[in-house]
């Protein structure tokens, strides 16, 4: 990563949405989220808190980083992202104990999310705090679009709803194709998603 | 006794369940990230994998110990994520230790895949779901146990199903990851098959 210079907030946007987007161009951190993306509420939630969690620990790493020993940045980074998952977990037990519930340990693993980690180490750990805030925000915003259409898909084909409302034709003619809502269906969107968004940019992969 | 042996069988069953029904990788997609990226030769998958089953087996243990005799009692139950953590960074370091002193071959063969571990979501994901499903301390070993079996067969058999494809012509656009991610979809349907086995 570039240090000196700052970066443009447009390419900062660009990068996170499109071209460096962490799902199809890095394949970073699908491990905590996939799993949720049976439901486009859940996954709403979970995107939510990820991208929350990712802005607000870039502003933090980045706030500290002139005072952080490099050999145990790390470790620093680490605490910082779970304290902000702490948050996140105990507000939503208080608040919303049903969506607590059904996400499990879900939200609890956003802390071993390779994006955030990922984006600290890579851009908040060399730029000042308001481009690193952005950045992570940017990048946890490209990654929960992903997330989402996987999510509209999922539970379109699989179950016929969206967000729990029944679609016109889905919920009546098309016969529910369950292997959607269950895992094998998620690697299979998963990786038609990402040969999509890689056949449209087909250059970007080679190098 | 007969408490024993009913926790025993118990743990006999969620360790299978772990390996092959309830996939740790194929259902709960954790692990993903080395998964994709580590599985391009059988003995590297197999040095990760084996490396996995291990620190998840002890770290559950430990995790274990930690979260009910530690935070339990002090009702700090929201503290656990950081705890967690801290065990396995902390455990990992001292494997590490103890290989480069006591065994510097399997050091050398290990050892780079050791941190890498430390942010493996699988593993922390383990210690997660055994405290939401209040698993009881033997059966949190079999769970370990099991659940790091069954990443090690799931890396395993994708490494063997990868080599093959060298000569392969993949399309363009699913290079890489796309193709790996339809193999373990396919896989995740076959270990569907062993639903209902054993209950």
Redesign the interface.
């Known amino acids: 990563m570039k240090t000196a210079s700052v970066k443009p907030m447009q390419e900062i946007i660009r990068d996170g949405l499109w071209k460096d987007n962490p799902i199809f161009r890095q394949?970073?951190?699908?491990?905590?989220t996939?799993?949720v993306t049976n439901l486009v509420l859940n996954t709403f939630v979970m995107c939510t808190a990820l991208t929350l969690v990712t802005a607000l620990s870039c502003w933090t790493v980045s706030l500290l980083r002139s005072w952080t020993p490099r050999n145990i940045r790390m470790?620093v980074q680490?605490?910082i992202i779970?304290?902000y998952?702490?948050i996140v977990?105990?507000v939503l037990k208080a608040y919303w104990p049903d969506m607590s519930r059904s996400l499990?340990?879900y939200v609890?693993?956003i802390?071993?999310?390779?994006i955030v980690?990922g984006r600290c180490e890579a851009f908040a750990g060399s730029n000042p705090p308001g481009a690193a805030f952005w950045d992570g925000f940017f990048n946890g915003l490209g990654y929960s679009a992903v997330l989402l259409v996987i999510a509209v898909i999922r539970e379109g084909l699989g179950m016929g709803t969206f967000c729990g409302w029944p679609l016109p034709y889905f919920s009546t003619h098309w016969d529910k194709w369950i292997?959607m809502v269950?895992?094998?269906?998620?690697?299979?969107v998963?990786?038609c998603v990402?040969?999509?968004?890689?056949?449209i940019r087909?250059r970007e992969?080679k190098q | 006794m007969n408490a024993l042996g009913a926790e025993l069988w118990q743990a006999v069953v969620v360790c299978f369940a772990a390996v092959f029904t309830n996939n740790i990788l194929l259902t709960t997609f954790l692990g993903m990230c080395p998964f994709t990226s580590v599985s391009r030769e059988v003995r590297t998958a197999a040095g990760l994998g084996g490396a996995v089953v291990f620190v998840m087996t002890f770290t559950c243990l430990l995790n274990w110990m930690a979260y009910h005799w530690i935070l339990v009692p002090l009702r700090l139950e929201f503290f656990r994520f950081i705890l967690f953590i801290i065990i396995i960074a902390a455990f990992v370091q001292v494997v590490e230790m103890i290989l480069d002193r006591f065994s510097p071959r399997l050091y050398q063969n290990l050892g780079i895949f050791l941190p890498l571990i430390t942010v493996n979501c699988a593993i922390l994901g383990a210690s997660l779901f055994m405290v939401i499903r209040e698993y009881s301390l033997i059966v949190t070993i079999g769970y370990g146990f099991g659940s790091g079996l069954g990443w090690l067969l799931a890396i395993l058999a994708m490494a063997g199903i990868r080599q093959r494809f060298n000569e392969s012509r993949v399309p363009a656009g699913l290079q890489g990851p796309g193709i790996t991610l339809i193999i373990a979809g396919l896989m995740a349907l076959a270990f569907i098959g062993f639903t209902g086995v054993l209950s």
């Open positions: 394949i970073l951190g699908i491990c905590s996939l799993a470790m680490t605490l779970a304290f998952v702490i977990d105990v499990g340990p609890g693993l802390i071993t999310n390779c980690m292997i269950m895992p094998p269906g998620g690697f299979f998963l990786a990402i040969w999509a968004c890689r056949s087909p992969v």
